[in-house]
């Protein structure tokens, strides 16, 4: 199996992802098998000062040294599980040592997969404003939908003041159900996850639309091309 490479930035988010190719590694390793993974990940202070200034290049060097690092001790390839920060992927993908997976390129496929038309977009406010989806989406011909400024302010809040350290409140679930019900009313049939922390508080279960759980797809895409399996990872 090929070496997995995680190009991290949140830590919640990336332990998720991790800890998904492991467990979920056996149904094609056997017992306890898993591909060989490799994480690099700067602070996410360090990622989050050329945010705050919409600076994309140096979030974008910040991914490819990560990616360089990981190459040099013999990563095949890598996944970023950060949805907003692929916006800085296009400044250095031709320069990477590796190929990238896309999370939303990986998310798209899941909802052609299983029929959905028009997605909500949940996720900080710096994804849910960019292109990063909207483009992938408009690929596979589906629609979307974004919260309105006040939803995506309190999403983008209880991202960055809770969920990437570890705080996981009620409250805050209360408020993301209310979001996606809203998401519902304006016609969409399924929400995406879009910040990788936010399957940690919403999932099928709790939530007023079916997830498309970037975090997990992403990590079961990173599985499937790790082992060269063709289709769908579970």
Same mark, same amino acid.
């Not at 949140?10 to 492991?22: D, F, N």
């Not at 496929?109 to 849910?128: D, H, I, N, Q, W």
């Given at each position: 199996?090929?070496?997995?490479g995680i190009?991290?930035?949140s830590?919640?988010?990336?332990?998720l992802?991790?800890?998904?190719?492991?467990?979920?590694?056996?149904?094609?390793a056997?017992?306890?098998?898993?591909?060989e993974?490799s994480?690099?990940?700067y602070?996410?202070a360090?990622?989050?000062?050329?945010?705050?200034?919409?600076?994309w290049?140096?979030v974008?060097?910040?991914m490819?040294?990560?990616a360089?690092?990981l190459?040099?001790?013999?990563a095949?390839?890598?996944?970023c599980?950060?949805n907003?920060?692929?916006q800085a992927?296009?400044h250095?993908?031709? /320069?990477?040592?590796?190929?990238w997976?896309?999370?939303?390129d990986?998310v798209a496929?899941e909802a052609? /997969?299983?029929?959905?038309?028009?997605?909500g977009?949940?996720?900080?406010?710096?994804?849910?404003?960019?292109?990063?989806?909207?483009e992938?989406l408009?690929?596979?011909?589906?629609d979307f939908?974004?919260?309105?400024a006040d939803d995506?302010?309190e999403c983008n809040?209880i991202?960055f003041?809770?969920?990437?350290?570890?705080?996981?409140?009620p409250?805050?679930i209360a408020?993301?159900?209310?979001?996606i019900?809203?998401?519902k009313?304006?016609?969409?049939?399924?929400?995406?996850?879009?910040?990788?922390?936010?399957?940690?508080?919403?999932n099928?279960?709790?939530?007023?639309?079916p997830?498309?759980d970037?975090?997990?797809?992403l990590? /079961?895409?990173?599985?499937?091309?790790s082992?060269?399996a063709?289709?769908r990872?579970r």
């Amino acid at each position: 199996m090929q070496h997995i490479g995680i190009v991290a930035c949140s830590a919640e988010g990336a332990a998720l992802c991790y800890r998904t190719i492991c467990v979920e590694g056996a149904e094609l390793a056997g017992r306890h098998g898993h591909p060989e993974v490799s994480m690099h990940t700067y602070s996410l202070a360090q990622y989050m000062e050329p945010i705050y200034r919409g600076d994309w290049d140096a979030v974008g060097e910040l991914m490819l040294a990560s990616a360089e690092k990981l190459a040099s001790i013999g990563a095949d390839f890598v996944v970023c599980p950060d949805n907003t920060i692929h916006q800085a992927l296009p400044h250095v993908e031709s /320069r990477s040592p590796l190929p990238w997976l896309h999370i939303a390129d990986v998310v798209a496929g899941e909802a052609v /997969r299983r029929g959905f038309r028009r997605v909500g977009l949940t996720g900080t406010k710096y994804l849910v404003e960019s292109e990063v989806y909207p483009e992938r989406l408009a690929k596979r011909g589906l629609d979307f939908a974004r919260p309105d400024a006040d939803d995506r302010e309190e999403c983008n809040r209880i991202i960055f003041d809770e969920l990437v350290t570890s705080v996981f409140t009620p409250e805050s679930i209360a408020r993301f159900q209310r979001i996606i019900a809203r998401l519902k009313a304006e016609g969409c049939d399924a929400v995406v996850l879009g910040c990788t922390e936010i399957p940690l508080i919403i999932n099928d279960a709790n939530s007023p639309l079916p997830t498309l759980d970037s975090t997990r797809l992403l990590a /079961r895409a990173a599985l499937q091309r790790s082992a060269g399996a063709s289709g769908r990872a579970r």
